[in-house]
């Protein structure tokens, strides 16, 4: 039986009403179900509450899964602890995916603890300030190479640490953006490390689905997060969306991360290798 946030037993977003025709579609996104009972999920990419990856957090929970989560430096770990406590995940651990020595520390603990891991979420990506301001054109190779490599390489590098640890199979998800296939304007460097990343979401999912790890992107609406305030006119983004969006207004976090539980779930046990848009449909229009 679905539970409410309260423990109560909850409704049913999709119930039958008194004479057994199906009632009148209604979500309520504090909505609990036993999806991932039974699942631990590794969470990198918590920064504060406005993270996404804090959103995936949340709706993995609120389904049942055990959650880590991974703070990137000393600068975070206070804030990560705290919601981590709010939550009640289980471990707190550093991971800065730069570091290959953070990670093998990372999974040493995890193997340490004896922690069979089925889900993990990769929502990480960093690209220097001016890049994401200033003219593709004059991208540095320094700045591009940075961005190549916390937006994209480290999802290969996570997905080879977890592995082993994923000895049921499972899903691996991380976060893109459209900017990865359209010009948007600013984004720039992380356009094309976004590419890359989608790309290696392919190349990985045919390597793991052997070993039934599925490994997906969802590609999120824009959403006001630290690392968005990075991009120049970021709030003129929002506005296009909210005005030209199928759905006429801007992705709420929390539809992201129920996106992710379904990836993480049985229910989206045949997706892999997937790019799901979770953007008000936005992708889809022309002009
Ligand atoms: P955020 O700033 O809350 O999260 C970015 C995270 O990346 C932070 O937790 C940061 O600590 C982490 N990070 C950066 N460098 C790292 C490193 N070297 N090692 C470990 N962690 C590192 O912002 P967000 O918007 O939640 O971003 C999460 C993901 O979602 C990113 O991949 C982003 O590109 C993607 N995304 C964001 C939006 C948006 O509009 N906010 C839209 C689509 C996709």
Not at 211 to 229: D, E, L, Q, W, Y
């Amino acid at each position: 039986m679905p539970r409410s946030a309260a423990g109560k037993p909850a409704e049913s977003p999709c119930a039958f009403d008194s004479r057994g025709r199906p009632a009148r579609l209604r979500y309520n996104s504090q909505f609990m179900s036993e999806l991932l009972e039974g699942k631990t999920a590794l969470i990198l990419g918590v920064a504060n509450r406005w993270s996404l990856a804090w959103a995936i957090a949340q709706a993995y929970r609120r389904h049942g899964a055990r959650i880590i989560l991974t703070y990137q430096g000393e600068r975070l770990r206070l804030t990560v602890e705290e919601l981590a406590a709010e939550l009640g995940a289980d471990t707190v651990l550093a991971c800065d995916v730069t570091r290959d020595e953070e990670l093998d520390a990372l999974v040493a603990r995890l193997k340490e603890a004896g922690t069979r891991l089925d889900a993990v979420v990769h929502s990480i990506a960093f690209a220097n300030r001016e890049d994401l301001a200033r003219p593709f054109l004059e991208t540095s190779r320094a700045g591009y190479l940075l961005a190549q490599d916390v937006s994209a390489y480290s999802l290969v590098a996570v997905a080879r640490a977890a592995a082993p640890l994923m000895s049921e199979g499972g899903s691996i998800l991380t976060l893109t953006y459209l900017g990865s296939s359209r010009v948007v304007p600013n984004y720039n460097v992380m356009g094309v490390a976004k590419a890359a990343l989608e790309a290696a979401v392919r190349y990985l999912a045919s390597d793991l689905g052997p070993s039934n790890i599925r490994v997906n992107a969802i590609s999120a609406g824009p959403v006001k997060t630290a690392s968005a305030r990075g991009i120049k006119d970021f709030s003129k983004v929002l506005d296009g969306v909210s005005q030209h969006a199928p759905l006429r207004r801007n992705t709420d976090p929390a539809e992201v991360g129920d996106a992710a539980v379904f990836l993480a779930s049985s229910l989206g046990r045949g997706v892999t290798g997937n790019i799901l848009f979770v953007d008000s449909g936005f992708q889809i229009m022309g002009l």
